[in-house]
């Protein structure tokens, strides 16, 4: 049950697109279509902003988009705005049947 | 509305016991599989465990077996984690999660805070 693997940091500027990456095996992320990705502001809940790898849930900006290549996951903000800056998080179920969480990427908008 | 509210969270010594609460309403509750994720303080998200809809099926995180058990009333619309031998790295705030299918938690609660230290 070892976390997702995601880079640490990523930034980028008002109105440029930005790429989470989330790295896991064939039996998790490369194995299932069950990929959701999240959003936390400091002192807040998570927020859920994309889940079976690219589906949107109703209310979430369509700047935001997911994709999945072999055992990496992908979250895309396209149009990036200051409000976006906080921390995310993929996950995954897995083939125990338990689910695991990424490292978690702070994006920062400069 | 659809909320979900945990209580519970307190101070505990290690080696103590703890048993949180998270009260469901404005769906069906008894329709959803339910998780607890938790968070240290300034680290990353971790899932705890999560309970089929009728309480049959029980999945854990390797680092709780054995001493945090989930269980569901769905006639109190409420979802419980007891959790036995606390250790300090068991600090954390701990949310609930509605979990639909699959990694996909789409409603969370505002957490509850637990703190193991002598």
Known sequence: ?????????????????????????????????????????????????????????????????????????????????????????????????????GTGTKVTVL | EVQLVESGGGLVQPGGSLRLSCAASGFTFSSYWMSWVRQAPG?????????????????YVDSVK???TISRDNAKNSLYLQMNSLRAEDTAVYYCARNPRGANMDVWGKGTTVTVSS
């Not at chain 1, 998790?28 to 959003?39: L, P, T």
């Not at chain 1, 895309?76 to 995954?92: F, H, K, P, W």
């Not at chain 2, 680290?43 to 999945?59: F, H, P, R, T």
């Open chain 1, 1 to 101: 049950q070892s976390a997702l693997t995601q880079p640490a940091s990523v930034s980028g500027s008002p109105g440029q697109s930005i790429t989470i990456s989330c790295t896991g095996t064939s039996s998790d992320v490369g194995g299932y279509n069950y990929v959701s990705w999240y959003q936390q502001h400091p002192g807040k809940a998570p927020k859920l902003m994309i889940y079976d790898v690219s589906n949107r849930p109703s209310g979430v900006s369509n700047r935001f988009s997911g994709s999945k290549s072999g055992n990496t996951a992908s979250l895309t903000i396209s149009g990036l705005q200051a409000e976006d800056e906080a921390d995310y998080y993929c996950s995954s179920y897995t083939s125990s049947s338990t689910l695991v969480f």
């Open chain 2, 43 to 59: 680290k990353g998200l971790e899932w705890v465990a999560n309970i089929k809809q009728d309480g049959s099926e029980k999945y």
């Open chain 2, 66 to 68: 054995g001493r945090f």
